[in-house]
């Protein structure tokens, strides 16, 4: 808890129901007013002190944006999740978000999360007819060494059940189920689905397990992870031992977040619409219109390659550099300063010399004026 009574949102664990709850029910963040150079000077120590802390927090929550490509996966979700109205006698089609890190799938289907949560709850009340919690959602994130067991505490974990602590592997599923129905459940997200090893044994164990939940619990499972193509998620059982799998591809809907590209103008009107979107959040004293969308957009583009988990990071760092540093405005001296995650770094030689050599652009041509 903060000092004003307020949750602190920066101390969450997702995988627990309490604090699922408070990411729902929390606020709009506020953000900072923009001070200029007069004003901020005439701030005393307290008062800057709690304005820069108010700006940390800030840059460091600049998201969640409407890209298109977060609408659009918002879109599909809905239309999943709202025809999945099926009887419980009937299955339920699956969902699996399938894309290279650093393209906010996470951050993307959080967002749906707390929208669905809250509309479920507006709808038909925080508690059930026969007096249980409501929740609508119920969120798993899976490790390196997940097995059928450890899925089950896992989703027990996220309730708090006493029993997940000495049930074996088998009770531990029936009393998830147990869970799932009395609190009507209706979206599943099981998250970095990657780290399950799909054809080992384990892997093959919760595979199945997974077409347990779908056949007994009625809920949308939304799987997310990196490669799960590659992994053998949706394979149809031509090669060996892939014939466990086929029914889980056969009832499940894949869907991407694919990356910023300018070699479209489309694509590169998308990036700058997220430039100046950013724009618009960034709370640095000589912070300007242009400043990232005109001055900055292709060494952003490069610095990125287009993915937004890495554009968050480098704006956020930079952000807290320039507050820390005074320099209150964002430049390529400063960004140049600024680490940014090693995939991001690894892949920006090539693109920074394609862009430097005018055979790229992240700038959509400009509309004329028609006289």
Same mark, same amino acid.
């Given at each position: 808890?903060?000092? =004003?009574?307020?949750?602190?949102?920066? *101390?969450? /664990?997702?995988?627990?129901?309490? =604090?699922?709850?408070?990411?729902?029910? /929390?606020?709009?963040? @506020?953000? @900072?007013?923009?001070? *200029?150079? *007069?004003?901020?000077?005439?701030?005393?120590?307290?008062?800057?002190?709690?304005? $820069?802390? /108010?700006?940390?927090?800030?840059?460091? *929550?600049?998201? @969640?944006?409407r890209t298109p490509q977060l609408a659009s996966l918002h879109e599909d979700?809905? $239309?999943i999740v709202d025809s999945n109205q099926q009887d419980g006698d009937k299955t339920k089609g699956a969902v699996a978000i399938d894309a290279f890190p650093g393209l906010g799938k996470t951050t993307a289907v959080l967002a749906f999360a707390r929208e669905f949560h809250r509309r479920e709850i507006a709808e038909h009340g925080a508690f059930t007819e026969r007096g249980h919690e409501r929740w609508p959602v119920c969120r798993v994130g899976l490790t390196g060494n997940t097995g059928m067991k450890d899925l089950n505490r896992a989703m027990l974990e996220?309730?708090?059940? @006493?029993?997940?602590?000495?049930?074996?592997a088998a009770q531990l599923g029936l009393q998830a189920l147990d869970c799932m129905l009395l609190c009507e459940v209706r979206l599943l997200i099981l998250d970095d689905l990657h780290f399950l090893k799909w054809r080992r044994t384990s892997g093959i164990e919760v595979s199945n397990h997974l077409k347990w939940i779908a056949n007994e619990f009625p809920v949308t499972l939304v799987k997310v992870g990196v490669g799960l193509a590659d992994k053998g998620l949706f394979s149809e059982g031509e090669r060996g031992g892939d014939t466990a799998l086929a029914q889980t591809g056969r009832r499940t809907t894949r869907l991407d977040m694919p990356p910023f590209t300018i070699d479209t103008e489309q694509g590169r009107r998308h990036w700058r619409q997220l430039l100046l979107a950013l724009e618009q959040r960034i709370v640095l004293t000589d912070a300007c219109p242009g400043m990232l969308a005109d001055d900055l957009s292709d060494y952003l583009f490069a610095r990125s390659t287009g993915h937004i988990g890495s554009l968050m990071t480098l704006i956020n760092r930079g952000c807290q550099r320039a507050v820390r540093t005074g320099a209150e405005r964002l430049s390529k001296e400063l960004l140049d300063q600024v680490r940014n995650d090693a995939a991001a770094e690894h892949a920006r030689t090539e693109l920074e010399y394609a862009l430097q050599a005018g055979k790229a652009t992240s700038r959509p041509r400009r509309k004329q004026t028609v006289r």
């Open positions: 808890m903060s000092t =004003d009574g307020a949750v602190d949102l920066g *101390n969450l /664990a997702l995988s627990r129901k309490e =604090d699922f709850q408070a990411f729902v029910d /929390a606020p709009r963040r @506020p953000q @900072p007013e923009r001070l *200029n150079r *007069n004003e901020l000077k005439v701030l005393d120590q307290q008062a800057r002190s709690a304005y $820069d802390q /108010a700006r940390r927090q800030w840059h460091a *929550n600049l998201g @969640p944006i979700l809905w $239309d996220f309730f708090g059940h @006493p029993g997940r602590h000495t049930s074996t």
